[in-house]
């Protein structure tokens, strides 16, 4: 896969969405609510991160596919509650939608009895959108170059065991946690608003390591400016397939992330089914492949249906893990 720069990658963002543009004109695509309403995709962290990357490449293509204004508006605060709590009390009349990654949604409810939703109540399932791999990245306070270093490294000194992760209670947090258990060595998690800015702080050396999706740190990995030693997948990654898992490395945990398509409970089975069909156009257009690929994404693209089952599974894997690592909001 070529490796793209960032301005190369942006030059390629807005060709590929120009083309999707005109290709989609004159092909609208009806929605049972007001065609002059802007639909808004709320992505409850900061602009920058590939998520919002994400968000956009789905927005572009709606807008194109129906001729009416889409729009990102991120709405980041409280690990991602405020943005969800704003979906979750708006209307469901389809205006207003979530991309939104797996631990917001699924785990925070677990630990945190005031995040205001839940995730089988409030929110309707639209699109499995895209899965991605997890990582622990290192900087240049931390030298380390395998796991099996980090692990003497900080062994040796406590101090150098600091992470960042996107947010407390996120299952880059309790990865670490268990990471911690396993090698018998201090992990102090760090949490950030967003994974953009932990890993801001790991390449000044402010911060000795991170643990965030892979999608976050690959273009810093491929520069140079930090140096991801494993991935948590079951697999390797087929973006860095030279890097070991934690299970490679000795280290038995296997967990993958992803991102989807949400909307609040109230939004009809029928549109469900419609905004399925477009977000997984959305994600599965060959020029969005590239620049989901580029970043770590893994495009998929389902039914609400199939959506379903998966916040249903990570419900009932993540609850027992939380119950044993003792973490309190």
Same mark, same amino acid.
Request: glycine fraction near 8%; aromatic fraction near 6%; include cysteine.
């Given at each position: ?75 980041? %605060?409280?690990? %991602? $509650? ?9 209307? %469901?009349?389809? @205006? ?6 797996? =631990? &917001?949604? &699924? *785990? ?22 895209? @899965? ?13 170059? @395998? ?76 520069? %140079? ?5 494993? &991935? ?23 967990? *993958? ?10 939004? @009809? ?25 580029? $970043? ?5 693209? &389902? =039914? ?26």
């Amino acid at each position: 896969m070529q490796v793209l720069r960032a301005a190369q990658r942006a030059h390629l963002f807005a060709g590929a969405m120009a083309a999707c543009a005109v290709a989609l004109a004159g092909a609208p695509t009806a929605l049972a609510q007001p065609a002059d309403k802007t639909i808004k995709i709320i992505y409850p962290f900061p602009a920058g991160s590939a998520g919002d990357t994400l968000s956009r490449v789905a927005a572009n293509y709606m807008q194109a596919k129906l001729g009416r204004s889409v729009v990102v508006e991120n709405r980041s %605060g409280a690990g %991602g $509650i405020t943005g969800i709590r704003s979906v979750v009390a708006s209307d %469901g009349d389809g @205006s207003i939608l979530l991309v939104a990654p797996s =631990a &917001t949604v &699924t *785990m925070i409810p677990i630990y945190n009895p005031d995040a205001g939703y839940d995730a089988k109540k409030d929110l309707k399932p639209i699109s499995h959108l895209v @899965s991605q791999d997890l990582a622990l990245g290192v900087g240049p306070a931390l030298p380390a170059k @395998s796991l099996k270093e980090l692990i003497e490294i900080v062994r040796k000194d406590p101090s150098k065991g600091s992470y960042g992760t996107p947010g407390a209670g996120s299952s880059l947090h309790l990865i670490g946690v268990k990471l911690g258990q396993v090698a018998d060595i201090k992990m102090v998690p760090v949490h950030y608003r967003g994974a953009s800015l932990a890993l801001n702080d790991v390449i000044a050396g402010q911060l000795p390591m991170i643990l965030s999706p892979m999608p976050d740190q690959i273009e810093q990995h491929r520069a %140079g400016k930090v140096r991801i030693l494993v &991935t948590a997948g079951a697999q390797r990654s087929s973006f860095l397939d030279n890097v070991p898992t934690l299970t490679e490395s000795g280290i038995d945990i296997n967990a *993958m992330g992803w991102f989807a398509a949400f909307a609040p409970a109230a939004l @009809s089975n029928d549109l469900a089914e419609k905004y399925a069909k477009l977000f997984t156009e959305a994600v599965q257009q060959p020029e969005s492949k590239v620049i989901l690929n580029n $970043i770590g994404f893994i495009p998929v693209g &389902t =039914a609400p249906a199939v959506l379903q089952a998966l916040v249903n599974r990570d419900l009932s894997f993540w609850a027992p893990i939380f119950k044993s690592s003792g973490f309190r909001n």
